[in-house]
């Protein structure tokens, strides 16, 4: 176990001090910085001690050389190796990791060092590759291929938590490393903020990895242990600053980035509490109170995949002991490592007691130094548990950067944290954040090895030597059938290596597109399902229209929303640690910037992540292991697959097409049912201006005939008969005209009748005729009489009197021909709308019908996406079956392999046989020889 090294480092001041501030400041001495008041006299409590504490005047060589050049030599020997800068913004953390160009940073440092050293370690082999990406909102880019943006971290075995995509380069100079940083540092982000100028709005990791191998200086005599590959990871982290919102001033983007910034900075520090919590707990762990504790130190609790098996008696005798080793391997079974890839297989002396063994003498002691050691494998294993439970669930998996510094922190690597802080008074909050986030981080402790593995390459190269030394040992006899096999195994394994390299890139190719398209059917899934209820909206639409053409919805055509999710697709933490498959990165969590939350998460407080929802588990297909696939048939395999892939792919993309014209189509429907339904709207708004304008003429005319009416003096004249009977006549077809719009208004339609209103006016034309033609023609006399006496007229308008009421005739026949063609006007234009509202309907009655058409193509489309579904399961299942032919044919090469290995060895046998036969049979002949040498010649020549 080993601490991780904290540093602090104050930056020069970049400004005055505050003329109101109360002259605090932050003063170094051996390796401790405290805060002082102005006289210099120490405040008590705020004095903090670090493994190194720098001082503004400290250049980054100085750090370099006290806090990173441990870890770089030992990358350089296969230990994993992570320095980190920490700090609240403009603190001085890109100044620490990349420096100044009189002042390089640590990364330059670094990797000058790296191939130093590389250079010089002549005994062996190195190959290294770097890579450099930055965390954005949340987001892992590749800063040397701006094209991989999003990438996804994954964890195996071999390779640990990596990120898949990110583009690794093999470099075998410093300066190829240096030029590559420098196009990356380009596509870093980088903001400008109150507090900096330059403030780095991403977290960055620059890595290294290490392999190195020893050099095989005699290739006819290699050992296993120079395959051994050490295989070293170098993370160089520069961390975004935290920041507060009122000193930066943050708003917009850099206001999204600074909660993403402080959000993932808060998990860093959930990940440290839990880690410390854990190691409060587990306390000192007794591993040197045996020599077999101390030997098994990395299986338990360390840097070993372990397994233990416990042995029990099945005897009653025995019964004790049986329970003893029961509860031992229920206690074992509660142990959690960090594993790498060695593993330890050890044999155990079993416990004994003394009255069962009846040992004495040097049995005795044995049994004593077993029964001690098994006893502090116990005390270990118990403080084990004991820290585990304590430490619980790690959340690494809360952020991104917490998932890629998860072997830094509590893992496998060497880890230097340098925290930056800023001496300003103003920063004095941010700046005692910064120094409890350093101490609680120096109470982590790692567990560091070298990492050393037996590759698939190395496995390779062992095979191809023992099929060499078999092929050297038959050299030379006549076995060429065995020769023949031998040489075609060699020649298939060869294949083999370079066709599992080849699988391995192609699988990865088709998981992606697997993933690829199993994305796009869930999209368009989600499409149809809002296309559907869109339709749903519409159909319910189209029957409230059929109802009321005048309670048309207008908002049913909005946009369709996406459903709330459904409360299965969230859970919370409490769920998590059963469902290791999925990535719970919180969601909700909105306020990281805010002051509150800002000065909690720098007094170490742990967020309550059980309280967020989580983003859906997304399940990762698990594929074999490439060494279990087989070169044979693959090809053809392969092929056909690709050709299944392909028509997929094809009968998918007519599919979207189809989706993609029929979302068109439905969208140009939707706009002419809006605007149909405008239309439909103002149909009923005319007859209703209409009847306001009749009721408009029937006032003018009332008004006219009040004038009238007071030029009449007499009631009983025949002025006023012919006034009365010409404004009855007139009102009666003003009020049959109303009862017509007004009913026309209700939608009666039916009921307008053209000719009931035409023949009510001849009616009432013939009466007026009459009336007129009564009082002129017949009566004509007493008229005269009448109006000597009554009209205030002369006696010589007395003769004109017919003439005048012929004459008010013709005005009140043109004043009736006027309003008739008002009134045909009206009648036309109430027919004119009568038909665009049939025409409306008619094309409302069509665009139903489409809609109900469209509702079967959905249906259908849908029915074709789930049957293109059942091929892509078909699809997967083939494979699975494929890989487990495969598998099988492995299984089979290997046990032929085994059999050649056996045949060989019978061979080998079988020809030394042969041999002593051979020269048994010489020796009798020289002996033969010698006793008769006068019949060995004849008989057997000379
Ligand atoms: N030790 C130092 N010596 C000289 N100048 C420094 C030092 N530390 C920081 N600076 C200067 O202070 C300013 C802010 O530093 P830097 O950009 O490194 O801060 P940061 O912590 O990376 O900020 P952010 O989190 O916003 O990216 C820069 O102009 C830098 O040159």
């Keep these: 176990m080993e601490k991780i090294c904290v540093a602090v480092r104050l930056r020069p001041a970049v400004n005055e001090e505050t003329p109101n501030g109360n002259g605090y400041h932050w003063e170094v001495e051996n390796n401790r910085i405290s805060l002082h008041k102005s006289r210099g006299t120490p405040i008590s409590g705020v004095s903090f001690a670090f493994d190194h504490v720098f001082d503004q005047d400290c250049r980054n060589s100085r750090v370099y050389e006290l806090l990173i050049k441990d870890i770089i030599h030992a990358a350089v020997e296969g230990f994993n190796g992570t320095a980190f800068a920490y700090g609240q913004t403009s603190s001085g953390k890109t100044f620490t990791m990349n420096g100044s160009e009189t002042d390089p940073g640590i990364i330059h440092r670094a990797v000058k060092d790296i191939f130093t050293e ?39 075995l071999e390779r640990g938590v990596f990120v898949a995509g990110l583009r690794e380069e093999i470099v075998n100079s410093a300066d190829q490393v240096l030029d590559l940083i420098q196009l990356g540092e380009v596509n870093r982000h980088f903001g400008e903020t109150n507090m900096n100028a330059r403030s780095s709005r991403s977290h960055t990791v620059f890595r290294m990895v290490i392999e190195s191998k020893g050099k095989d200086n005699n290739s006819n005599n290699s050992s296993s242990s120079h395959d ?55 306390g000192h762990i007794p591993y040197r109170d045996s020599k077999l504790t101390r030997i098994l130190q990395p299986a338990l609790g360390g840097n070993a995949k372990t397994s233990i098996i416990c042995t029990v008696a099945p005897e009653e005798v025995h019964l004790e002991e049986t329970k003893g080793t029961l509860h031992f391997a229920s206690r074992a079974k509660r142990i959690t490592n960090c594993v790498q890839v060695n593993e330890n297989l050890v044999d155990l002396a079993g416990s004994e007691r003394v009255a069962k063994t009846g040992a004495g003498g040097v049995r005795l002691k044995e049994g004593k130094h077993i029964n001690k050691s098994l006893m502090v494998l116990g005390n270990v294993i118990n403080k084990l548990i004991e820290g585990a439970k304590q430490r619980g669930h790690i959340p ?54 070298v990492n050393e593995i037996l590759t698939d390459a190395a496995l390779l190269k062992r095979q191809k030597l023992e099929i060499e030394e078999l092929r050297l040992k038959l050299q030379g006899s006549h076995a060429e059938v065995l020769e023949q096999e031998i040489l075609k195994l060699r020649n298939d394994m060869l294949k083999y290596e370079l066709e599992r390299e080849k699988l391995a890139m192609e699988l990865e190719e088709e998981r992606r597109s697997h993933k690829e398209r199993d994305q796009c059917i869930r999209e368009q899934q989600i499409k149809i399902n809002n296309l559907s209820n869109q339709n749903v909206g519409k159909g319910s639409l189209g029957e409230e229209s059929n109802d009321s053409h005048s309670t048309c919805q207008e908002d049913a055509f909005s946009t369709p929303c996406f459903k709330a999710v459904p409360n299965a697709f969230v859970f919370k933490r409490s769920q998590y640690s059963r469902q290791p498959d999925c990535s719970p990165l919180p969601d909700t969590c909105n306020d990281f910037a805010d002051e509150d939350t800002w000065m909690k998460m720098n007094k170490g407080y742990v967020a309550d992540l059980d309280a967020l929802n989580m983003t859906p588990a997304r399940k990762a297909h698990s594929f074999p292991s490439v060494e279990d696939i087989s070169a044979e ?93 010409t404004s009855e006549i007139g009102l009666s077809l003003f009020s049959t005209l ?193 006793q008769n040498p006068v019949s060995a010649s004849k008989y057997l020549g000379s």
Aim: glycine letters at 2%; aromatic letters at 6%; one cysteine or more.
């Design 228 to 282: 051994a590959i050490r295989v070293s990871v170098l993370n160089l982290v520069d961390l975004a600053g935290s920041e507060r919102v009122a000193k930066t001033g943050a708003g917009g983007v850099r206001l999204k980035e600074g909660k993403h910034i402080n959000k993932s900075l808060m998990v860093l520090g959930n990940v440290i509490n839990k880690l410390i919590e854990g190691a409060k707990q587990r």
């Design 118 to 156: 590389i250079e010089m370690t002549t005994d062996r082999e190195f190959l290294v590759r770097v890579s450099y990406m930055e965390i954005y909102n949340e987001d892992i880019n590749d800063l040397f291929a701006v094209e991989n943006q999003k990438l996804q971290i994954h964890e195996s």
């Design 396 to 449: 690494y998996r809360d952020s991104k950067l917490t998932r890629i510094l998860q072997p830094a922190l509590g893992g496998n690597a060497k880890t230097s944290i340098i925290c930056t802080v800023a001496p300003e008074e103003v920063h004095l909050e941010e700046t005692k954040g910064t120094l409890h986030f350093a101490s609680r981080a120096k109470r982590i402790t790692n567990c560091v090895q």
């Design 633 to 725: 048939n693959y090809n053809q395999e392969m092929l056909n697959l690709h050709r299944q892939l392909q028509l997929v792919t094809e009968e998918r993309d007519e599919l979207k097409m189809k989706h993609t014209a029929q979302v068109s189509l439905n969208n140009q429907l939707t706009k002419e049912i809006s605007e149909l339904q405008q239309e439909a709207l103002l149909i009923p708004e005319v007859p209703r201006a209409l009847l306001e304008s009749v009721a408009n003429c029937k006032d003018a005319y009332k008004d006219i005939l009040s004038v009238l009416q007071d030029f009449v003096a007499d009631e009983r004249s025949a002025t006023a008969e012919i006034l009365s009977t």
């Design 738 to 930: 109303e009862a017509h719009f007004s009913m026309a208004m209700d939608g009666q339609r039916s009921h307008i009748n053209n000719y009931s209103i035409q023949e009510q006016c001849t009616v009432l034309r013939k009466r007026l005729n009459s009336l007129i033609s009564s009082l002129v023609l017949s009566d004509a006399p007493k008229i005269k009489d009448e109006h000597l006496e009554d009209f205030p007229y002369s006696s010589k308008h007395k003769g004109t009197l017919g003439a005048e009421i012929a004459s008010w005739k013709r005005d009140l026949d043109d004043e009736i021909r006027t309003i008739k063609q008002k009134y045909q006007n009206l009648e036309s234009e109430l027919v004119v709308n009568n038909k665009i509202l049939e025409v409306s309907e008619d094309k409302y009655h069509s665009l139903e019908r489409e809609l109900n058409l469209m509702k079967a193509e959905r249906d259908d489309l849908l029915e074709r996406v789930s049957n293109s579904s059942q091929m892509l399961a078909q699809f997967r299942d083939q494979k699975e079956n494929f890989q487990q032919d495969l598998n099988a044919e492995v299984q089979r090469r290997k046990k032929l392999e085994e059999e050649i290995k056996q045949f060989s060895v019978a061979f080998a046998s079988r020809q030394r046989s042969i041999m002593s036969f051979q020269s048994d049979f010489k020796s009798v002949l020289e002996n033969l020889k010698a």
